[in-house]
Every structure is written in C-alpha cells, then in structure tokens.
C-alpha cells in the first residue's frame, strides 16, 4: 500500500456517510491524521470507529457545513492541535426536493445553496490561511455531474454544483504560485444513502442510472474516493483548477455503435 499521505493532517466534511466515509477512511489507510465533520453524530462515530479499528487516527467534529462559526472553528480547532492543513475535502452535500422550477420553494432553494455551495467557499474560506502557514497544501472539491448537465428537478442541486466548479477554479487561480492547489470531483451515479433517497423521490432519476450509464452500473463511494484522493495527494502535484469526472461515461454524450 502507497503511503502518500504519511504524517499529512487532513480534514473531510460530509465524513459520516457515503463518499466522504471512503476518502476518510481511504486516507486513514495511507498514514493521514484525518479530521471528520459532520451534522450526524452517529455516522461520524462510526466512520472513527472504523479508521480506530485499523489503527488509523481521526478526530470527530459535529457541525453544520452551512455554518461560518461553526467551520471556522474546526478549522481553527485543527490549527491548534495539528498545527498545519495538508488536504481538506469539502465534500458534505444534499440533494434537496425534486421538483420543476414553478414549484422551486425559494426556502429549499436556499438551504441546497447554503449547504452545498456556501458550505464549499467557507471551508475554502479557513483552509487556505492554515495551508499558506504551512507554505503547502491540496483542496478537493466534491462537485457532481450535475455541474455539468441539467437533471430536471434538481434547479437548485444544479445550480450549487456548477458554482462548485466555478469557485474550485477561482481559488485555484488565487493560489497556484502559493504551493496550494484547488481541484474538484465530479461523480456521476454512486451508490451512497443519499442516491437511494433520491432514486425514491425522482423517479425519473433513478431510471437513468439503469439505462444511461455506459458502464451499466452504478459507482462505488471508494471508486469516487481514489480519485478525490489522487487529486489532492502529491502524485497530482501539477494539476490545479481541474474538475476530474468519475461517472462510468455517463456524461459521455456520444452512443454505441
Ligand atoms: P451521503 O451518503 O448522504 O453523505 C453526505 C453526508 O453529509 C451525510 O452524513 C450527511 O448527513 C452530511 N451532511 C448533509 N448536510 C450537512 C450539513 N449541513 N453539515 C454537515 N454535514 C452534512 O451522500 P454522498 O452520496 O456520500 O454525497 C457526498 C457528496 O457527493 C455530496 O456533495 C453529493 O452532492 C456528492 N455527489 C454524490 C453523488 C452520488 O451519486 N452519491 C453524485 C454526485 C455528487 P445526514 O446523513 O444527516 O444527511
């Protein structure tokens, strides 16, 4: 096993569950410290738990992503017990209602936007100052097909994913000459609580996922983390403002002959 992440100190969002359990634990397995957040106390413990039974270290934070105070004092938190920020995930997301724009309530319009794409320029927000402190560092962030097409009934997921892409570029551009790079993913269908939530209420979705696919199968959560955790590790050293798409082809957009 490659051990790129030796003594590096990271901190992952959206850590009890789904994708952000496999980066975590995927980076636990490589010799990260790995700091985990999330709103569900339950499914933090259980990703630690995991990480300590492979003798792996990690803290827990239970936070709401879409909250300025309570991000910025994680991140300060891990400023003064790890002293340093060698990669973060901001990876915490939903998907909010599925309906057509019409019937779009502006409230859950907003609560998507807070949690997905607030959620993303805050954590940017107090990592890079940690990371320049350490003169390095390496951010991912987790976009989704969705900042690349328009799935109907998903405005406002859309919409937050498509800012994903645009303010992982922007941050890149602020600090390519500082040693920080800023990258995102873009998972297609994966196989996470979330996706079965979401295939219950949309329908339409979940169809997809069965006949559009070209690899005619869904992703795993630890096929999504081997990307997000190559991009942020120092075998990507030159790669920065790059939405690396990891979807089975789904986005392909050509056909089989
Ligand atoms: P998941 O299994 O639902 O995990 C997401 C985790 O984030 C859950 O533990 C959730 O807690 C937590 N969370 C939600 N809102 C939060 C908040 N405000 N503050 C802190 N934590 C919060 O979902 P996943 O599929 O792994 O998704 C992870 C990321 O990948 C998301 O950004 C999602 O948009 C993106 N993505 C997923 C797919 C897919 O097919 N699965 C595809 C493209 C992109 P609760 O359990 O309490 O909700």
Redesign the pocket.
Known sequence: MSSLFANKVVAV??A?????RAISLGLARQGATVHL????AE?LTETADLIGAEDGKATITE????SENELAGWIEQIGSTSGRLDAAFN?????GPAKRIEDYPLEEFRRVIA??LQ?VFLGMKYQIPLMKRGGAGSIVN?????ALTGPGGMSAYAAS?HGVQGLTRVVAMENAAHGIRVNAIA????E????AANSKQNPGFAALAQNAIPAKRGGT?EEIAAAAIWLASDAASYVTGHMLTVDGGMTIGGFEL
Do not use: F, Q
């Open positions: 969002t959206g009890g569950s789904g994708i952000g957040a999330d709103r569900n499914g936070l709401d992503v879409s990876n915490a997301g939903i998907t949690v997905n959620s987790t976009a989704s097909v969705a994913k998972p297609g269908w994966t996470t609580p979330m996706v959560p």
